[in-house]
């Protein structure tokens, strides 16, 4: 039965993420804001009154108050795990920023939390939304251009240089770091695009180590025997772009700004693609078709997925060997 009110969202963590959010709820017709947790209590005040919502001074606050249905978790990545079991307890539904907690353990955990109390957990949003690679999602299990063999990315941007990073904020055992902030869009496109389910991985770092990258490279094998080759780099030397390439027994795809370039018997179909909404519209669209009933594919499982193989990414430059991951509850998403 599809619930016709608009649901209650409260938004913790009053950051960037979080006005990124509340606008996007405020462009909603299924939900509305109904409150903000922020422990610093002048931004908790200035915020309150520009968004307009009842302010709290954290997650167990906000959640126990019964003025929300839905909370989006957009904490430091250290605080992610007691926001989602708060939530979890008070049978309050979960959006939850990436990557999901700082470590896979932690992540785990959060997940059983959710489950555990019968709340839905969504992890994101992410690129991986953008309506371009679900249209390629689509080609990959209609098998348009038959078997998808595999896919390379790249993607270039200025991550560097957009404000002075912080220790805290190169930081990847809190969370934090190039990868783990930023190459986590890069994987979870991959994995969508591959079917989710990664079993080894190789990688390496460049520029530094531990957070403090300025990129990486990574070999991904899925289960299917797909293999995807993923390059990021934000220091900025060159400028911004991003692209993907799918080779597949039938022909190929590439990923353009306007949509999908496909080939196929040696011809191009141009495939346009409108670019919708935002990321965080779209995270409110697949909450909204999770709470109806429909099965989500930026689940925990998903979110723990992701952050499982950019742990592993860390774990290969380190050991300068093959990671083998134990990702087979992830199932192919579609």
Known sequence: MRFHAPRRLGIVGAGVAGALMSRAVLRSNRFVLTGLADPDPDVRNRVSAEWGCPAFIDATELVTSGTVDVVYVAAPTAHHLGAVSAAAAAGVHIICEKP???????????????????????????????????????????????????????????????????????????????????????????????????????????????????????????????????????????????ELFATFTGGGVRVHPGGLHLYSDGQLTDLPVDPATSVWDQALVEMDQTLDGRIPIHDGEWGLGTLATCLAIYEAAATHSIVFTHQSLYQEKS
């Open 100 to 242: 999901l907690a700082t470590t896979a353990a932690d992540a785990r955990e959060a997940v059983d939390c959710a489950r555990r109390a019968g709340v839905s957990l969504l992890v994101g949003p992410t690129v991986s939304y953008d309506p371009r690679y679900r249209v390629l999602r689509q080609i990959v299990t209609d098998r348009r251009l038959g078997d998808l063999l595999s896919v390379q990315a790249t993607s270039f941007t200025d991550w560097h240089r957009r404000r002075t990073r912080t220790a805290h904020d190169l930081d990847a055992a809190v969370g934090n770091g190039l990868l783990l902030r930023q190459g986590a869009h890069q994987i979870d496109i991959v994995r969508l695009i591959c079917g989710g389910d990664v079993r080894a991985v190789s990688g390496a770092l460049h520029g530094g180590a531990g957070g403090a990258e300025q990129g990486f490279s990574t070999q991904l094998s899925f289960a299917n025997g797909v293999q995807a080759n993923a390059y990021y780099d934000g220091s900025g030397a060159v400028p911004e772009a991003d």
